[in-house]
């Protein structure tokens, strides 16, 4: 399935690999570099699934989940938290505000393509 997937990440090798990975499976990208750009983008192009940091600049991933959620326009979508944050406690955190998946960083090559395959729906068996 040829999947439209946002990647909202600051990180510029976090999001080369996410980008890299992801465009290897035909997948249509799109980039954005803080949590402001991430809602105009998930608004204006109504990906199938969104990747978002949590530490992002202007807005953090939290707040880009409770924007999109208390949005009329939001057509609903997987949000997956991709994040380096890893204490006790982030998981039910980010799943409690509203992401759907929760994966850390560094991702892992061999794994994160199957990871989000997971979380895109099954594709039409005409």
């Given at each position: 399935?040829?999947?439209?997937?946002l990647?909202?990440?600051?990180?510029?090798?976090?999001?080369?690999?996410a980008?890299?990975?992801?465009?290897?499976?035909?997948?249509?990208?799109?980039?954005?570099?803080?949590?402001?750009?991430?809602?105009?983008?998930?608004?204006?192009?109504?990906?199938?699934?969104?990747?978002?940091?949590?530490?992002?600049?202007r807005i953090?991933?939290?707040a880009?989940?409770?924007?999109?959620?208390?949005?009329?326009?939001?057509?609903?979508?997987?949000?997956?938290?991709?994040?380096?944050?890893?204490?006790?406690?982030?998981?039910?955190?980010?799943?409690?505000?509203?992401?759907?998946g929760y994966?850390?960083?560094?991702?892992?090559?061999?794994t994160?393509?199957?990871?989000?395959?997971?979380?895109?729906?099954?594709?039409?068996?005409?």
């Open positions: 399935m040829n999947a439209r997937i990647i909202i990440e600051d990180d510029p090798p976090s999001a080369e690999l980008r890299y990975l992801l465009a290897a499976m035909q997948h249509t990208l799109y980039l954005a570099t803080d949590g402001e750009r991430g809602i105009e983008l998930a608004l204006q192009e109504s990906p199938d699934l969104i990747l978002c940091d949590l530490q992002i600049p953090d991933g939290y880009v989940v409770r924007s999109l959620q208390g949005n009329p326009r939001w057509h609903r979508v997987p949000i997956i938290a991709v994040t380096a944050l890893s204490m006790p406690g982030d998981l039910e955190r980010a799943l409690g505000c509203g992401f759907h994966l850390t960083k560094p991702i892992t090559p061999g994160f393509a199957g990871q989000i395959e997971a979380f895109l729906p099954a594709p039409d068996q005409g």
